[in-house]
């Protein structure tokens, strides 16, 4: 139980385009998941907190209007990397709670993506 | 504000030998702490988590971590390494609260000698 996908695993794009990473929680409802990016070697820093049906809560300098989140259902949030740049290469991971089980507390994490723009 | 120190980055150890990672915290109120595993190219899973009760939690794969409120300490151990363990360690802490925070360390990678 508590399985969270990311789709796609791998993503290469060119420099302007944007990308859209999808996070689903398969077997439980998620009202928060959460958006992290690591870059190699080095540890998750988080991005950004979804809640479904409202607006993203944005760590302090991260680009609102560059990494836009969207959570409209209890089980889909997406990251869409707007206009992507080479410095925005790196894995994004997704991580979601699952209220029901009564451990809130704990995130249960997406295998992530790895985005490479060129 | 909450912090986790995972001091060094890389720890080697023969198969067989002693597990031995390191972490600290820094929390103004009781911590919730984890310990999280990455294999490469793959998100984080959870290997145990210290919320209240008893300070010695076990979790998955043999692991086990105490938490030392005196010393400030969740430190994660293993009695023998299996070649499978090779993999990156996170530690991390978040507290009470629905929308609390998870701050990882900086993570150390685990090698395992045959």
């Known amino acids: 139980g508590a399985v969270v996908s990311q789709h796609p695993s791998r993503v290469i794009c060119k420099s302007g385009t944007s990308v859209k990473i999808e996070c689903r929680s398969l077997?439980?409802?998620?009202?928060?998941m959460f958006w992290y990016r690591q870059f190699p070697k080095q540890s998750l820093m988080l991005m950004a907190t979804?809640?479904?049906?409202?607006?993203?809560?944005?760590e302090q300098g991260v680009e609102k209007d560059k990494f836009l989140i969207n959570h409209a259902s209890l089980t889909l949030s997406t990251l869409t990397v707007t206009s992507a740049h080479p410095e925005d290469s790196s894995f994004y991971i997704c991580?979601?709670?699952?209220?029901?089980?009564?451990?809130?507390?704990?995130?249960?994490f997406g295998p992530g993506t790895r985005l490479l723009v060129l | 504000a909450q912090s986790v120190t995972q001091l060094g980055s890389h720890v080697s150890v023969s198969e067989g030998a002693l597990v031995l990672l390191r972490c600290n915290y820094s929390?103004?109120?009781?911590?919730?702490l984890f310990w999280y595993v990455q294999y490469p190219n793959q998100g984080l899973q959870l290997l145990l988590k210290?919320?209240?009760?008893?300070?010695l939690v076990k979790g998955i794969n043999g692991f086990e971590a105490e938490f030392k409120k005196s010393e400030t300490s969740f430190h994660l151990t293993k009695p023998s390494a299996h070649m499978s363990d090779a993999a990156e360690y996170f530690c991390?802490?978040?507290?009470?609260?629905?929308?609390?925070?998870?701050?990882f360390g900086k993570g150390i990678t685990l090698s395992v000698r045959p």
């Open positions: 929390s103004s109120v009781p911590p919730y």
């Open positions: 991390a802490v978040s507290f009470t609260g629905a929308n609390s925070k998870l701050t």
């Open positions: 991580s979601a709670r699952d209220p029901q089980r009564g451990a809130w507390e704990t995130q249960y």
């Open positions: 077997d439980f409802q998620a009202t928060t």
């Open positions: 979804s809640n479904e049906g409202s607006k993203a809560t944005y």
């Open positions: 210290y919320t209240t009760g008893a300070t």
